[in-house]
């Protein structure tokens, strides 16, 4: 069974702190990662993806890479209220019919004002 | 970017009636689509794949019988929940692989069902 584990949180941060938020993964054949957010009852909205180790910047996000300990994260700096929301983590997987997405629970972040 | 039309948006039925939701893929052609199923507080759970012109392909524990999945063309794929029940109320979503490997996704908007 392939898993992607998240701490369903709440997370909940100062305004204008950085957000910390977790994943790992069960299978060693994923090779596309992603974040993405969510506010209740409606579809997920990406926030970034990663396929090399490393770190990924894109503006007040970094997405952190690390293949060998099937982990990735999602650093957001300078947090807003709006970015509170349900961050889920996502990893590909290929099954019989094609490439997949398995999701994890999702991280609630709450960020105060 | 893509753009996947779902719809309806949210829908209230009796229960054991049938409904049916609709996915259509906008300014691209999807030959496979995602189903999948979000209770409260819990994951996107993939339910099923539909490919153009062949059979579904369903996850292990998915009714294949209960949760009719038509993928009849390239920019229209269906799922028909037969015989609703209570239990089956929940946010249903599509999704349409990208176009980098197959790795990005397109969702719809969701559907929130609620079986009464």
């Known amino acids: 069974q392939k898993e992607v584990e998240q701490n369903s949180g709440p997370l909940s941060v100062p305004e204008g702190a950085i957000a910390s938020l977790n994943c790992t993964y069960s299978d060693r054949g994923s090779q596309s990662f992603f974040w993405y957010r969510q506010y209740s009852g409606k579809s997920p909205e990406l926030i970034m993806f990663i396929y090399s180790n490393g770190d990924k910047e894109d503006g007040r996000f970094t997405a952190q890479l690390n293949k060998a300990s099937q982990y990735v994260s999602l650093l957001i700096r300078d947090s807003q209220p709006s970015d509170s929301a349900t961050y889920l983590c996502a990893v590909n997987s290929i099954n019989q019919a094609g490439t997949a997405l398995i999701f994890g629970k999702g991280t609630t972040l709450s960020v105060s004002s | 970017g893509a753009v996947v039309s779902q719809h309806p948006s949210r829908v209230i039925c009796k229960s054991g009636t049938s409904v049916k939701i609709e996915c259509r893929s906008l300014d691209f052609q999807a030959t496979t689509m995602f189903w999948y199923r979000q209770f409260p507080k819990q994951s996107l759970m993939l339910m099923a794949t539909s490919n153009e012109g062949s059979k579904a392909t369903y996850e292990q524990g998915v009714e294949k019988d209960k949760f009719l999945i038509n993928h009849a063309s390239l920019t229209l794929s269906t799922l028909t929940v037969t015989s609703a029940h209570p239990e089956d109320s929940s946010f249903y979503i599509c999704?349409?692989?990208?176009?980098?490997?197959?790795?990005?996704?397109?969702f719809g908007q969701g559907t929130r069902l609620t079986v009464v």
């Open positions: 999704s349409a692989p990208g176009y980098v490997g197959n790795t990005e996704a397109f």
